[in-house]
C-alpha cells in the first residue's frame, strides 16, 4: 500500500498538510505496526549495551588489547548518534519503509560479520556498520508511529515505543551475560540473525510504504558537516576519559577535538540558516516549536539520568556487593518491569488529559528514585530499600516516555516527522554519552580522592613491613588512566612480588579499602544526575499545553 503526502507549494513553506495516513488504517493493523517497529528498535538499542558483559571474553578470544575493546563496545555508538539525524531526514525523502528495511539488512548483515570476526579489526569495522545500519533505522520507528497513529491515540503508541526503547538500553547486560556463560560471545551478535531475518519479513509485508509525492533531494553538504561535527563530538566524548583528555595521536588532543566539533556543528548550523529557503537536513520548522525543542533538551537529561544512575550502581553492585553479571542484572531488572507497566498506562492518560502534567510528576518520580538508591547506599545497605527505590525511578522514567513523545511531536508534520525523529533521538544518545562520560569522570575523581584516605586506615591491619608496599598500589591506583573495578577488583596497582603467602589477605584487605572509599564517591557522583534531572523538571514546566 503506498500512501502520499499532499504536495507543498513551496518547501520553506509553512507545511499546513494534515496527516494523510490517520484515518487510513485499523486500530488492528496500526498495533500490528508498533510490534513491528518495536521488534527492530529493541534489537537495535540491545547492541548499544549487551557487548560490555562480553569484555572479558572478547578479550580472551580475540586477543584484544583494552584500546581495541574500547573501540569494539564504542565504535556503534560513534556512527549511530552521529548519524541519526541524517537517517531520519533520508526516511522522509525516500519513505520511512525503504530506509526501515535496509537499515535492518544492513544491521542484520553486520551481525553476521561481528559473529564471524577473526581479528579486533574486523569486528571494529563490522561494529561501525552495524552503526550506520541503526542510524538508518532508528528514527523511521518514530517518524512513522507519528504518521500512522492519530493525535489522539499517539500517547499509548509512545508509552510503548518508550517502555521497549528503555528495555532494551538494560536489558543488554543480563541478556549477553546469559548468552556469553551458555553459548560465547559470538552469539551476541548470532542472535540478531534470526530476529533480523523475522523483522524484515514482517517488516516488507505490514510497514505502509509512506512515500512524499513531491520530489525532495539530500542536502549533502549539510549531512556531511553535520555528521562529521557530530563524529568528533562523540569521538571526544568516548575518548577523553580514557586518554584523560590529553593528546589522541600527534599535535592532536582531546580538547581541539571537542572544539573543532562545535566549529563544524555551526558551520553546519550557519549553512542550515543559509539554505533556509530550499530544502535544509534539518527543516526549520522542526525548531520553530518551542516544545519539540525544549522536550529534546529534557530528554536529554532523562537520558543523562539513566546512564548516570546505571554506571555507578552496577559497579556497586558488583564490586561493592560481590554479585555477578547476571545477579546484578536481576536487581535492575524491577526498575525495567516498573517502566514497562507504568509507560502503557501514562500513554492512555496523555490522550486523555494532556501530557504537561504526567512528564512533570514521572520526572521527580524519576530524580526521587534515584535520591532513595543514593539514600540506600550505605556501608551496610538495604538491597530491599535499593530495590524499592530502582521501582520508584523506573515508575517514573516509564510515566516519561509518552507524554515527552507526544507532546514534542505534535505540532511537527509528516514530511518532516523523520527528521524530528532524528533530532531526538540524536538528544537521547548524547545525552546517554554525557552521562557515561561525566559520571565516569566523577567517580573516577572522587574514587582517586578517598582511595588514599582508606588506605591509610586499613593499612594497620597488615604486617608492617608489607604496609608501604599496599599504600603505593593505592598510591599508583588514584594516579593511573583508569581504575580497574570489576567484580571482585580493588582497583590497587599491588607489586607482583608479594609473598603468595600473604597475598590473599593483602588482596582482601584491599578490597575492604576499595569498598570503603567507593561508597562516599557513589554517593558524591550521585548528586551530578539529581541536578541535571531537576534542570529538566523546571524546563518541563515551561512547555506549553495543547489548548495554551
Known amino acids: 500500500m503506498t500512501i502520499s503526502h499532499a504536495p507543498a507549494p513551496d ?4 507545511d499546513t498538510t494534515t496527516d494523510p495516513t490517520t484515518t487510513t488504517h485499523s486500530p488492528r493493523s496500526q498495533w500490528l505496526i508498533l510490534a513491528v517497529l518495536c521488534l527492530g528498535l529493541f534489537m537495535i538499542l540491545l547492541d548499544t549495551t549487551i557487548v560490555h558483559i562480553a569484555v572479558p571474553a572478547l578479550t580472551t578470544g580475540l586477543g584484544a588489547t583494552l584500546d581495541q575493546i574500547m573501540w569494539i563496545v564504542s565504535a556503534y555508538t560513534l556512527t549511530y548518534a552521529s548519524l541519526l539525524i541524517v537517517g531520519g531526514r533520508l526516511g522522509d525523502l525516500y519513505g520511512p519503509k525503504r530506509l526501515f528495511l535496509a537499515g535492518l539488512a544492513l544491521f542484520t548483515v553486520a551481525s553476521v560479520g561481528c559473529g564471524l570476526a577473526a581479528t579486533p579489526t574486523e569486528l571494529i569495522a563490522m561494529r561501525l556498520l552495524q552503526g550506520v545500519g541503526g542510524a538508518m533505522l532508528s528514527p523511521q520507528t518514530l517518524g512513522m508511529l507519528t504518521v ?8 499509548v503508541a509512545f508509552g510503548i515505543w518508550g517502555a521497549v526503547a528503555g528495555l532494551a538500553t538494560v536489558a543488554g547486560p543480563p541478556l549477553g551475560g546469559a548468552l556469553v556463560t551458555s553459548l560465547g560471545w559470538r552469539w551476541i551478535f548470532f542472535v540478531n540473525l534470526p530476529i533480523g531475518i523475522a523483522t524484515l ?23 556531511a558537516l553535520l555528521s562529521a ?40 548550523g550557519w549553512r542550515q540558516r543559509a539554505a533556509r529557503n530550499r530544502e535544509p537536513l534539518i527543516p526549520a520548522g522542526v525548531f520553530a516549536d518551542r516544545n519539540f525543542t525544549l522536550l529534546s533538551a529534557v530528554l536529554a537529561a532523562i537520558s543523562f539520568g539513566m546512564l548516570g544512575l546505571l554506571l555507578p550502581l552496577v559497579i556497586f553492585l558488583q564490586s561493592v556487593q560481590s554479585l555477578n553479571a547476571l545477579q546484578a542484572g536481576l536487581i535492575l531488572a524491577p526498575m525495567s518491569l516498573a517502566s514497562v507497566v507504568s509507560a502503557p498506562f501514562a500513554g492512555r492518560l496523555a490522550d486523555r488529559l494532556g501530557g504537561k502534567d504526567i512528564l512533570v510528576v514521572g520526572l521527580i518520580l524519576w530524580a526521587g528514585g534515584i535520591a532513595l538508591v543514593l539514600s540506600a547506599t550505605r556501608p ?20 516519561t516516555f509518552a507524554p515527552l513523545q507526544t507532546i514534542a511531536l505534535h505540532n511537527v508534520r509528516a514530511r518532516m516527522a523523520g527528521a524530528a525523529a532524528g533530532v531526538m533521538n540524536t538528544a537521547r544518545q548524547l545525552g546517554a554519552l554525557l552521562g557515561a562520560v561525566a559520571m565516569g569522570t566523577i567517580l573516577q575523581l572522587q574514587l582517586a580522592a578517598h582511595l588514599g584516605d582508606s588506605a591509610q586506615r586499613n593499612a594497620d591491619a597488615l604486617p608492617e613491613s608489607f604496609r608501604p608496599q599496599f599504600l603505593e598500589g593505592f598510591q599508583k591506583a588514584a594516579q593511573a588512566k583508569g581504575i580497574e573495578v570489576g567484580a571482585g577488583q580493588s582497583g590497587a596497582h599491588l607489586p607482583a612480588d608479594i609473598p603468595s603467602s600473604v597475598l590473599p589477605a593483602i588482596e582482601q584487605v584491599a578490597l575492604k579499602t576499595f569498598q570503603e572509599a567507593y561508597l562516599p564517591a557513589m554517593r558524591a557522583t550521585l548528586v551530578l544526575p ?8 523546571i524546563g518541563a514546566l515551561f512547555v506549553r499545553r495543547a489548548d495554551d
Open 11 to 14: 518547501p520553506a513553506a509553512t
Open 380 to 399: 551496610y545497605p538495604s538491597l530491599a530499600e535499593l530495590i524499592v527505590g530502582l521501582v520508584v525511578a523506573g515508575f517514573g522514567l516509564g510515566m
Open 229 to 268: 561535527g557530530l563524529f568528533l563530538l562523540c569521538f571526544g566524548l568516548i575518548e577523553g576519559p580514557s586518554l584523560r583528555w590529553g593528546r589522541v595521536w600527534g599535535i592532536v588532543t582531546v580538547p581541539t577535538v571537542l572544539v573543532a566539533a562545535i566549529v563544524v556543528v555551526a558551520l553546519f
Open 148 to 155: 500512522v497513529f492519530p493525535p489522539h491515540r499517539r500517547g
Open 530 to 537: 539529581l541536578v541535571v534531572l531537576a534542570l529538566a523538571v
Open 201 to 223: 519479513a514482517l517488516a516488507t509485508v505490514v510497514l505502509p510504504d509512506v512515500r512524499p509525492r513531491r520530489q525532495h533531494r539530500l542536502d549533502l553538504p549539510g549531512a
